[in-house]
């Protein structure tokens, strides 16, 4: 009865599990996510043999330790909740700093501890390094065998799966599948003891965060509400255009589109070519010169702003862009009459406001303005 | 009077011995541009004239269309494609194409009155 034999650690959920109803739900999660129910379970870190051993797993790289990520290429849909077990890691939704214990302590104290916690495992520390944990089965075996008010230390159970504060929640949720604990200390990667989470934890962290994601949606879509309200009241109408590099089938979609609404508007004719001769030579350019960019027209009872901005290769030098016949364009653009080298003075001439800025290698935004007048208004 | 006539669209068509591939309506022409630079067009053909030109991209109807152009006369015999006819019918911009090479469409057009 004295002779100190470690308790092995059975696979159990004794250890006051509470939220096996969540577990179950995170475990459809995970199985999702992974396309299989089940897979090789990734080695658990033994602390008392692995010392520094540290696993090569970052966030940038969660396929190195065996994780899969969801394969957004397919049809399927990831839910918020699939993104969270990825993203969040057990540093997130662990305890911390945990309630620990020495070894020299009584396991009557251990008892009395996890009652005023209200928890059901105490690490044990001895120089600040986990050497043991005491769950509340243990406690029960004590009480069962006498020894309750035996130090910690013969008791305690000495193999210790852990897990680092680094993890991400779906390897958490694998580790607590594979072998069946209540809970994990949780390691730094200087093997300090730092946490100890439960999938009690996890439930409420994932909840927390699934949360305060659906309230910051809730903002933005407050945000945008308000926003094309704003537009309505000023009339304001935005037509937003990716241009792609090459695309001549497509040149002239985004300004038939705003010519349409000026139309609607009873703008004069004249002032509407010009904001269209605007719109058509920014996303020919657009096409023609360079590696693709977005064309943003901000319509409102005044005015048509037109910004052009391309991610490359940028105008070497605007000057000659700016005169008129000097052109850069491929043979292609100039057998479909493009290249004409009239594009940015054409530009010029038809805004009553103009600005290019462009470098090489970053790209050009332009931006030209044309104050509209109605039909039939003569200034 | 004989000038006069000669400035309004379906009689423009035995000038230059132009087939129609749209449906032509009476249309006054204000003039005429020749260009095959489109940029040039844009910036510089007035409204409701004849854009004489051999391209036959769709382009040409962005052009046109922006332009208030009346009516595009291709030139050498160059017919552009059905879904390019199509899309012009739907933008009211009449299609014309003369086997005459530009030069000579351009002479017989001024020598018949269309300034």
Redesign the interface.
């Known amino acids: 009865m004295s002779l100190a034999v470690p308790v092995e650690k059975k696979k159990t959920v004794a250890q006051g599990e509470r939220h096996a109803g969540s577990v179950r739900r995170l475990k459809g999660v995970r199985a999702r996510l992974n396309g299989t129910a089940r897979r090789p379970a990734i080695a658990p870190e033994r602390i008392l043999k692995t010392g520094n051993s540290e696993e090569p797993m970052t966030p940038a790289a969660p396929a190195a330790a065996g994780e899969k990520a969801p394969n957004l290429g397919d049809k399927r849909q990831v839910s918020f909740a699939q993104v969270l077990v990825f993203e969040l890691r057990v540093r997130d939704a662990m305890t911390s700093p945990p309630i620990t214990a020495t070894a020299a302590d009584s396991l009557r104290s251990i008892q009395h501890l996890m009652k005023a916690h209200r928890i059901s495992g105490v690490p044990i520390l001895a120089d600040d390094v986990l050497v043991g944990i005491v769950s509340i089965e243990d406690i029960i075996n004590a009480l069962d065998g006498g020894h309750i008010n035996d130090p910690v230390e013969p008791w305690m159970s000495r193999k210790i799966v852990t897990l680092r504060d680094h993890f991400s929640l779906v390897r958490a949720v694998a580790e607590f599948d594979r072998h069946g604990y209540g809970r994990f200390p949780v390691l730094d990667t200087n093997n300090r003891l730092v946490g100890i989470i439960t999938r009690g934890d996890i439930t409420v962290c994932l909840m927390h965060h699934l949360e305060r994601r659906a309230e910051e949606a809730m903002a933005k879509e407050a945000v945008l509400v308000a926003t094309r309200a704003a537009d309505e009241k000023a009339h304001r109408t935005v037509i937003n255009t990716d241009v792609k590099s090459g695309d001549?089938?497509s040149?002239?979609k985004l300004?038939?589109r705003m010519?349409e609404v000026l139309r609607s508007r009873g703008i004069a004719?004249d002032v509407l070519?010009r904001a269209?001769?605007i719109a058509?030579?920014a996303e020919?350019n657009i096409i023609i010169h360079s590696l693709g960019g977005r064309i943003t027209t901000s319509i409102d009872a005044h005015k048509v702003r037109i910004k052009a901005v391309d991610s490359g290769p940028g105008i070497e030098n605007i000057d000659l862009a700016m005169q008129e016949g000097w052109s850069t364009a491929g043979p292609l653009a100039r057998e479909?009459?493009?290249?004409?080298?009239?594009?940015l003075?054409?530009i010029k001439?038809c805004a009553d406001e103009f600005a290019i800025q462009s470098e090489l290698g970053s790209g050009t935004r332009l931006q030209a303005t044309v104050f509209l007048r109605k039909a039939g208004v003569t200034l | 009077m004989k000038l006069k006539s000669a400035t309004k669209l379906p009689s423009i068509l035995s000038v230059v011995e132009a087939s129609p591939l749209t449906d032509l309506t009476e249309v006054e022409l204000t003039g005429c541009y020749i260009s095959d630079l489109l940029s040039d067009v844009l910036a510089n053909a007035q409204p409701g004239v004849l854009w004489v030109t051999i391209h036959i991209h769709r382009n040409v109807l962005s052009v046109a269309s922006m332009k208030d152009i009346a009516a595009v006369l291709f030139t050498c015999g160059r017919k552009p494609e059905a879904a390019i006819v199509a899309e012009a019918v739907e933008k009211g911009i009449m299609l014309l194409s003369t086997p005459f090479s530009t030069y000579e469409a351009a002479g017989k057009l001024w020598k018949a009155g269309l300034r």
């Open positions: 001549f089938e040149a002239g300004s038939q010519r004719p070519r269209a001769i058509y030579e020919t479909l009459g493009f290249g004409a080298g009239m594009g003075p054409n001439r």
